[in-house]
């Protein structure tokens, strides 16, 4: 009956790449899969299931989709949108300009984003090639048949060797080992370097060959894909002559992950169950949601500002060109008469299409091509991160990475950082300190149990601990524990030699592990992060059965005999305070009966196919009670190199530093002291379970402890943030302390209340120089990053973690800054930049990211400037000719203007610019507050660069228009034309605007140079090549001669320069004046030092004096 039933539940199953069948598929649940693709002989019917192929596909694009995907997805940009509505408008309607002037920018900023894209695109090709193609061995009909491994199907057995990566989900089945045990390495997918270890099924661990291999008759029963990586049920039903079949129970001690290592292990056979895009690897590499920048909301909003200007100029036109021709000879002169057609056109479409014709002629003040430039910008830029030589560690042999270009900017206007403390703030390195036996404490190293032993606090014991206790302990400390012994044979079959390597899960284990005793391993009970505890059984070889158990103290204290708590307790305290990470010991007897029903109970609990994890986490807890305490643990973690400078520092720059850890809070206090977070002056207030416990009703409590704290900070601090800034170091410093349990009480409060403790929590978060939040899970950590990301004003978050914990809060703010640590590389991976060590986010966000900021909010700016210097002699030319929709300027300098003669000296400019030397940016933080708050594109700024090029447009056009007032320019008696006059204002125009970017260039390089000298220089010859000049067979147009005849008038030459100097006259006196204050403070400060000097030393004569004669008084 049970196999029937199973072949029933495959006819059911449907493959999940079928569309029709996805809600079938949800309903199911599980699936079935048969080992070697080997249905049972006794199976009426045989349906072959369909599952996902082993290709992994992380590229965007095909060669078939790429052109209409890619354009999609660019049109959906505002900027782009706009412009190809022009091009079609021009195309379209009878328009002033030629559609050549809108679309060959458009197709050149398209084709350069597509080209970018592309390759990055064809990068991801490639890499999905490495390992779709990459060799492994299947067995088939009993022997090891060699395939790419894009082809591995779901059932197939593969053969893994050591230090191979597996090429899909794997249920172990057998290794080289005798116990059916492998060693694997997961930091490509949670981050933790260390060795696990993965177990066979009893039934399997004798299958080590090839042939004995084809013979297994088994079907797997599992759940369907799932990202929890942490997570596997399933059953592995084995066949035999017998009829029952053997069912064996399968958790994620079975399952061998794609993309792990495997490690100590020569040579492993496993069953794929989950292939390709369905592996738990690919299934949590589904694509990040998108980050925008502060800078890219602030050219949305500039954009529209601009349209809306457009919009204006091109109204204005309209309406003042039919009052132009309300008067009849103004309508219809003599020299340009309408035809039939155009006087039967209504009247309305006709003010419609002058309008389009008018937003045509105007398009350019939107910069279409600022988009391509930012982009190149962000990309070329993000080198200088991972070419920078001080982020290099030669431990790991590695320097920064940069994961996403889009946000280099934000380095620069962040507010709050959120750091991990353990593997960030600390180097994840345990050292073995003491332990405490009953209250007895033990220091040094020792050889034996007979070592000098103290008594913590006031308490009466003797000077040691009772013997038995001391084995029992460190009994419990060889087995209680994950820890692998590798042996490294420096000769084939020379064990007397071998160098033994310690593997685990955990650091904190290493450190205390230091022999082993045989005992028969029964049971583990794996360590979670809820449970904060692992335990393990055990059986002596008298046949006792012992539970020893290790974890956290507040997870193991409410589980022991309450007398047994005071004596270690004290111990504990007082090396959290120390800043030690502390672990308590406990153990309990176990009776043969107990055992039994334990065994049942855990065997049916591993067993369950549905809510696994529920039944195991009820059964351990039923196990782990009524213990005895024996002692606690004490390791240390220490501080990272110069992590306590680079706090301060990151505090004297105007940024809120906050700790959110898992450790206890006496710990992670001790640690923040340690690193400067709290200094001695701060105030220390406290929301944790001990000061809420105080009273019976905790919300009662918290709300007044909220209460009273809030009016504290409130009276003491002013309302303005950007003066709060500066009161940190003018007022009592504050530093806030709360842990997980209190927050979940803030969070979880009753609606009106909850919302109402919120709202005083964040405000007394804002008081606080820093605040250390402890006993977090990396659920919470990712909830505090979302509680200050919608605070009013926006902040900008960073979070930089070096562990699988930190990923939720790295992935949840603004900026994500992995540590490249002992914990393996996943939060390196999901962050947006990565660095060595915590002391390198210094010169990170002090030095590449205020210039970042600066270099790309003056290139928004200049563009915006330019575009309407550009465009607004253009607006002023219709006044003049009639509102006729007349271009001043050729087609051929409205199609170059942004894409050949001003676009590389501003990407040069946004590359290369040092307004500071990054030595003083990194040595004075309080530049950073200068650029804080999105300063260089705010309103105030916006208006300077707009008021600025309304000037010289203005100066531009009526400077050329009354030049042209005299009647003859030339010797000859020749009088210039229009397009004379709008090469002219295009020619001042061209040079002003570049030579304003020399002005603002302080950091000159020979690329600078070439850049703006060479842009100048290919504009002259462009105009003498599009004039004719160079290239003669462009004689009929009608710029033909006009540059060259234009220069060769001495009055053109005087009023080109005059023009130039005028406009940039302003920029220049306000250099000076710049120039002229730093210069007189810099003489005063001079000044304040030298005076300051003369008035000390005065003071230390007479002291020496007076010292001198008293003595010789009392002599």
Known sequence: MFIAALFTIAKIWKQPKCPSCAGEEKRVGTRTVFVGNHPDSAAEVYITQRFCDNRIVSSKYTLWNFLPKNLFEQFRRIANFYFLIIFLVQVIVDTPTSPVTSGLPLFFVITVTAIKQGYEDWLRHRADNEVNKKTVYII??????????????????????????????????????????????????????????????????GLWTAESIDTLRAAIECEQPQPDLYKFVGRINIYSNSIEAVARSLGPENLLLKGATLKNTKRIYGVAVYTGMETKMALNYQGKSQKRSAVEKSINAFLIVYLFILLAKAAVCTTLKYVWQSTPYNDEPWYNQKTQKERDTLKVLKMFTDFLSFMVLFNFIIPVSMYVTVEMQKFLGSFFIS?????????????????????????????????????????????????????????????????????????????????????????????????????????????????????????????????????????????????RRMSVIVKTQAGDILLFCKGADSAVFPRVQNHEIEPTKVHVERNAVDGYRTLCVAFKEIAPDDYERIDRQLTEAKMALQDREEKMEKTFDDIERNMNLIGATAVEDKLQDQAAETIEALHAAGLKVWVLTGDKMETAKSTCYACRLFQTSTELLELTTKTIEESERKEDRLHELLRDYHKKLVHEFPKSTRSLKKAWTEHQEYGLIIDGSTLSLILNSSQDSGSNYKSIFLQICMKCTAVLCCRMAPLQKAQIVRMVKNLKGSPITLSIGDGANDVSMILESHVGIGIKGKEGRQAARNSDYSVPKFKHLKKLLLAHGHLYYVRIAHLVQYFFYKNLCFILPQFLYQFFCGFSQQPLYDAA???????????????????????????????????????????????????????????????FFFGTYFLFQTSSLEENAKVYGNWTFGTIVFTVLVFTVTLKLALDTHFWTWINHFVIWGSLAFYVFFSFFWGGIIWPFLKQQRMYFVFAQMLSSVSTWLAIVLLIFISLFPEILLIVLKNVRRRSTRRNLSRKKASDSLSARPSVRPLLLRTFSDESNIL
């Open 387 to 531: 070419w920078d030589k001080d982020f290099y560690d030669e431990e790991i042999n590695e320097g920064a990475l940069v994961n996403t270009s889009d946000l280099n900017e934000e380095l620069g206007q962040v507010d709050y950082i959120f750091t991990d403390k353990t593997g960030t703030l600390t180097e994840n390195s345990m050292e073995f300190i003491e332990c405490c036996i009953d209250g007895h404490k033990y220091e040094g190293v020792t050889h034996d149990t007979d070592g000098l032993s103290q008594t913590d606090g006031p308490l009466t014991y003797f000077d040691k601990a009772d013997k038995n206790r001391e084995e029992l302990f460190l009994r419990a400390l060889c087995l209680c524990h994950t820890v692998e012994i590798k042996t490294n044979d420096a000769v084939d079959g020379a064990t007397e030699a071998a160098e033994l390597t310690y593997m685990s899960s955990s650091p904190d284990e290493i450190a205390l592990v230091k022999g082993a005793t045989k005992y028969e391993l029964l049971h583990t009970l794996n360590f979670d992060s809820v449970r």
């Open 893 to 955: 300098y409205l199609t170059m203007y942004n894409i050949c003669f001003t676009s590389l000296p501003i990407l040069a400019y946004s590359l290369l610019e040092q307004h500071i030397n990054i030595d003083t940016l990194t040595s004075d933080p309080r530049l950073y507050m200068k650029i804080s708050g999105n300063a260089m594109l705010q309103l105030g700024p916006f208006l300077y660069w707009t008021l600025l090029a309304v000037f010289e447009g203005t100066v």
């Open 140 to 205: 088939e009909n009993a022997k090891r048949v060699r395939k790419e491994s894009e082809k591995i199907k779901v059932g197939d057995v593969v053969e893994v060797q050591a230090d191979e990566t597996f090429p899909c989900d794997l249920i172990l089945l057998s290794s080289c080992t005798s116990d059916g045990t492998c060693y694997v390495t997961t930091a490509s997918l949670d981050g933790e370097s260390n060795c696990k270890t993965h177990y066979a099924v009893r039934d399997t661990i």
